[in-house]
Each structure stands twice: as C-alpha cells, then as structure tokens.
C-alpha cells in the first residue's frame, strides 16, 4: 500500500476519534447546562404568558418579533460600514450571522461574492503569511549574526516558536482591546478574538453592536477592521508554517514515486544493454581461454585484443604469461623444444601460471621478440 493511502486513512482515524472525544466532552460538559436553562426559561414563558394574558400563538408572535429586532440593536446594518464588515464576514468565512441579505439580489450576489472573494482571499493571506515567515527569518537570522552565534541558520523549531507566540501575542492585544470597548471580561474577549480568528464565529459574541457604534465610533469601527484582518494573516503565516507542511505531503510524495518509477525505468534498460555488454564480454574471455589452451602466441594476441576492450575481466595470474616471455628473452641461447605452425612455444608447464590449464611459457630466442611485436 501506497504511503499517501496510509497516511490518508490514518487521518480518517484520528479526525473521527477526535469528533468523538470532542463529541463526548462537550456533551459531560454542555447537556446538564443545556437542561436547567431550558427548564427555567419555559418557567419564565408561562409566568410572561399568565402575567399579560397572552395565548401560545400571541407569544410566539411577539418572540418572532423580538428574534427579527436583535440584528438591528446596533443601529443601521447595511450602510458602508456595515456592509464592509459584513464583506469581510463573508470573503473570510467568519460568518457571525448577526446580519444576513434580506432580498433576493442580495442573497444572489452575495453567493457570487463569495465564491470568487473567499478563493482569493485565502491565496492573499496564504502570500502574506509566506512574506512574514520570509522576513522573520532573515530578521532572526541577522539578530544571530549580531549576536556572534555559532549557530546562525534559523531552524523549524525557531520559526514555529515565534509564530506559536505571535498568536498568542496578536490574541491577547485584542482581547484587552474589546474588553474596553466592549464591557466583557477578559476571558470573553479572548474567546471572541479566538472564534474570529480562526474563522469559526459562532455568533454569540460580536463586536461593533453596541450604541450604533458602526455609526457613532469610527475610530473603533477602523481598529476592529485592522485587528481582524491583521489577525487573520498572523494566523495565517503561522498555519503556513507548520499545517500547509502537511497539506503538501501527499503531492511531495507521488511526485517522488513518480521520478522514483522513471529512475527505475532508466536502470532496467540500462541493466539490459549491460547485460548484452556482459554476454559479448564473456564469448570473447571463453575464445581467450581457448586460445590460451592451445598457444601461447594466440593467447598474447588475444590478450593483447582482450586488455584495451575489458582490462578488468583478466585474472592477474593469467596475465603474467608475459613475465614468461620476458624471462625467455633472457637466455637466447635455448632453443625451443618443439615448432609447431610457426609457434615456438614451450611444452612444460609454466611454474608461474597456478589457475589456468594448458598456459605454456614461451623460451624463444632473439628473435622471438620480433616475432611477438609482429603478432
């Protein structure tokens, strides 16, 4: 099995074990919560329903009332500075609900909107999370330097710990921020920044919703539309840093599979011609081995033939044959024993020669030096 399959299917595991523990948490945490406010709010329905003597269709009325007024608490929602919010809701998938298109060109538009803002918008962050990581790394990389480091490179580890803490930098800054303007607690304020910045924005807390302050306060309205999307790149160079990495690891992989098929493709028809090569190599030793049985002229020649083609294929003990003709050129007076074609060749064993069978040193005379240039 393919590593990207292995891969792939462990993720499918460990995303559905993690909805289940999530699943089970939140239901030990959230159901018994969940139970006693819907308890006492049915209580406070038929206490409001007794009290003004409403029937069940009067009340639902009046609550659908109520539902459809909320959004419009904060004053005018769909001015400029509304609809630039909303804008922003919308291309960076936030998507608080606190307002939403009534009409139906509205609702048209905004889905054509999105579908070409949200595509772009995650490429821009993407580029500019890139951009961040770039520079802190020559940034830190120049601090080492100035700090006469032994060690100047700039590691993973290094880059993941200085975004790690630009987030929680960024998050903290602005939960002190709408804590202020806001009047929520600390812990609600950083739950607030958290949602929104990770896109999540559930709705329950919104900021710019108070005392028409889309309207009223400029300044604020200008602050929370700089911390958001400031916001989102921090995040965003951050998860280009260490979950894009894994994003990529598929199509790093099939690409290596890929070059690794094509390499191979090359070494086996490589391992062919080789082979072809090899099997010309040992006719042509076999035809010197047969030579080299029958005379030892023949063999130098063959030799000689077989040095410049496969110099390596020769055993080293075969080859001193020719220490045999150059101790014959040291006594010219011997005479060769036998002729036989033209070949003056000795008939007793070489004492050098201990592997192969049949070599012959040669005792020649003077002229046998001639005659071996010759051959």
């Not at 993690?18 to 959230?30: I, N, P, Q, R, S």
């Not at 200008?222 to 840093?241: D, E, R």
Request: proline fraction near 2%; include cysteine.
């Amino acid at each position: 099995m393919k590593r990207q399959n292995v891969r792939t299917l462990a993720l499918i595991v460990c995303t559905f074990t993690y909805l289940l523990v999530g699943a089970a948490v939140f239901d030990a945490l959230e159901s018994k919560q969940e139970t006693s406010e819907k308890k006492n709010l049915d209580e406070r329905r038929f206490e409001l329903m007794s009290k003004y003597n409403l029937s069940e269709k009067k009340y639902e009325e009046l609550e659908l009332v109520v539902l459809k007024l909320k959004p419009h608490q904060a004053g005018v929602q769909w001015r400029f500075a509304g609809s630039f919010y909303f804008a922003i809701t919308v291309i960076t998938t936030i998507g608080y609900g606190h307002a939403a298109p009534s009409t139906d060109g509205g609702k048209i538009f905004c889905m054509f909107y999105a579908l070409l803002g949200i595509p772009l918008t995650l490429v821009m962050f993407q580029s500019m999370g890139e951009r961040i990581n770039t520079f802190v790394k020559y940034l830190l990389h120049r601090i080492k330097k100035c700090l006469r480091m032994k060690h100047t490179e700039v590691s993973m580890a290094n880059m993941v710990i200085i975004g790690f803490f630009s987030c929680i930098s960024t998050l903290c800054i602005g939960a002190a921020a709408f804590s202020y303007y806001e009047d929520w607690t600390f812990f609600h304020a950083y739950y607030y920044c958290f949602i929104t910045l990770t896109t999540i924005g559930f709705g329950d807390y919104v900021a710019l919703q108070k005392h028409d302050a889309l309207q009223n306060d400029p300044h604020y309205v200008a602050f929370s539309f700089v911390y958001i999307l400031t916001g989102l790149t921090v995040i965003g160079a951050f998860l280009n840093l260490v979950v894009l990495r894994f994003m990529t690891m598929n199509s790093e992989d099939e690409k290596r599979d890929a070059e690794q098929k094509a390499l191979l493709r090359r070494n086996g028809q490589t391992t062919i011609r080789t082979t072809e090569t090899s099997g010309n190599f040992r006719n042509m030793y076999a035809e010197v081995l047969h030579f080299h049985s029958m005379c030892s002229c023949l063999w130098y020649k063959s030799r000689e033939k077989l040095h410049y083609s496969i110099p390596m294929i020769i055993p080293r003990d075969i080859s001193t044959s020719d220490t045999c003709i150059e101790q014959s050129d040291a006594s010219p007076n011997r005479l060769p024993e036998a002729f036989t074609n033209g070949c003056v060749c000795n008939l007793h064993r070489s004492t050098i020669s201990s592997v192969s069978t049949g070599l012959h040193s040669l005792s020649a005379l003077k002229g046998f030096t001639k005659r071996r240039s010759s051959v």
